[in-house]
């Protein structure tokens, strides 16, 4: 049974073609920000009934270097982090076990990725490998809807070194080597 996965993206930008002969896929484009990609993720889990949601696409970093490639399952609001003495909520560990259908590629170079409503550009005490603007909330949405979810970042920049222009410079650098990351894995669906 071919399985069906959403691939989404921020930005048109980060687009990345995924070559899975075994799998129905289709892409959402979801904006910037938590807010409207958890409402367009909400939509197209209603609409389409996916056995996967995969978000792909850059991030930053405080530890790691440009051209790495982290597979994040724990993701960190670093929003809501800021009310953690007051018992919010803002951390979401997602289980591997939902997985079990995928290929090798998304049980490698494990990371924490910690998203908020900003692009960094000074160094801040952040939690985590990679830094974005969507995953946290796309993971929320994922789990409220208990369907399997995973987000696969390339890191483009380091935070507080002109992570705005270095971001833009390597877009194509990003899409390329998440196209090679996907589409030379092979398949165990």
């Not at 789990?143 to 992570?163: E, W």
Request: with cysteine; aromatic share 10%.
């Amino acid at each position: 049974m071919m399985k069906k996965i959403i691939v989404t993206c921020a930005t048109r930008e980060e687009f990345v073609q995924i070559d899975w002969p075994s799998a129905e896929i289709g892409h959402l484009l979801t904006g910037l920000g938590k807010t409207k990609s958890a409402y367009y993720l909400a939509e197209a889990i209603r609409a389409q009934h996916p056995d996967l949601v995969m978000n792909v696409g850059t991030a930053g970093t405080l530890h790691h270097k440009v051209g790495d490639i982290f597979v994040c399952r724990h993701f960190v609001d670093r929003d809501m982090q800021k009310l953690k003495d007051y018992g919010v909520s803002y951390e979401i560990e997602l289980p591997e076990e939902a997985l079990d259908f995928v290929p090798s590629c998304l049980y490698t170079n494990k990371g924490i990725c910690n998203t908020g409503d900003t692009f960094l550009t000074e160094h801040e005490d952040v939690t985590g490998d990679v830094i974005d603007m969507e995953a946290y909330a796309q993971a929320f949405v994922c789990q409220s809807m208990k369907v399997p979810f995973v987000a696969v970042k390339y890191v483009t920049d380091i935070v507080g070194q002109n992570s705005v222009e270095i971001w833009q410079d390597k877009l194509k650098d990003a899409v390329s080597a998440l196209r090679t990351f996907f589409n030379n894995s092979p398949e165990t669906f």
